[in-house]
Nanobody, 126 residues
C-alpha cells in the first residue's frame, strides 16, 4: 500500500490560480496512473483529471478542460494539479489517487484507484 500526501489547499478569488501537489511513497510511482478527484459541497466525488504513468497522456473532465493541467515528476514521486481561472464552482475537497496496477491506462472511474490522499480544501470566492 502506498501513501499519498497532498499539499494544503487554499483560498482564492475567482480568476486566480492555485497548484496542488501530491507526493507518493514507494519506489514504483513511475508505474502508476494518477488522478485527481474532487467533492464539491453537497455532491458526490467526481473525476477531475488523470495522467498516464509516463506523463504522455492526460484526460480532463469537461468542467476543467482548458483551465486545469495535471502533470507529474516521476523523479520526485509527485503529481501536480495546476488550476487556473478558478471559479466559485471549483470549491471542493480535492483528492489525489493512485492506481497501483502497473502500466494501466488511466481511468475516470474512482473504483480503479486503490490509494488516496487525505484531501485538500480549495475555496474560491467570487
Amino acid at each position: 500500500q502506498v501513501q499519498l500526501i497532498e499539499s494544503t489547499g487554499g483560498l482564492a478569488q475567482a480568476g486566480d490560480s492555485l497548484r496542488l501537489s501530491c507526493t507518493v511513497s514507494g519506489r514504483t510511482f513511475s508505474r502508476y496512473a494518477m488522478a485527481w478527484f474532487r467533492q464539491r459541497p453537497g455532491k458526490e466525488r467526481e473525476f477531475v483529471a488523470n495522467i498516464m504513468w509516463n506523463g504522455k497522456r492526460a484526460d480532463y473532465a469537461d468542467s476543467v478542460l482548458g483551465r486545469f493541467t495535471i502533470s507529474r515528476d516521476n523523479a520526485q514521486n509527485t503529481v501536480y494539479l495546476q488550476m487556473n481561472s478558478l471559479k466559485p464552482d471549483d470549491t471542493a475537497i480535492y483528492y489525489c489517487a493512485a492506481d497501483s496496477m502497473p502500466w494501466r491506462i488511466p481511468s475516470r472511474n474512482q473504483r480503479e484507484y486503490d490509494s488516496w490522499g487525505q484531501g485538500a480544501q480549495v475555496t474560491v470566492s467570487s
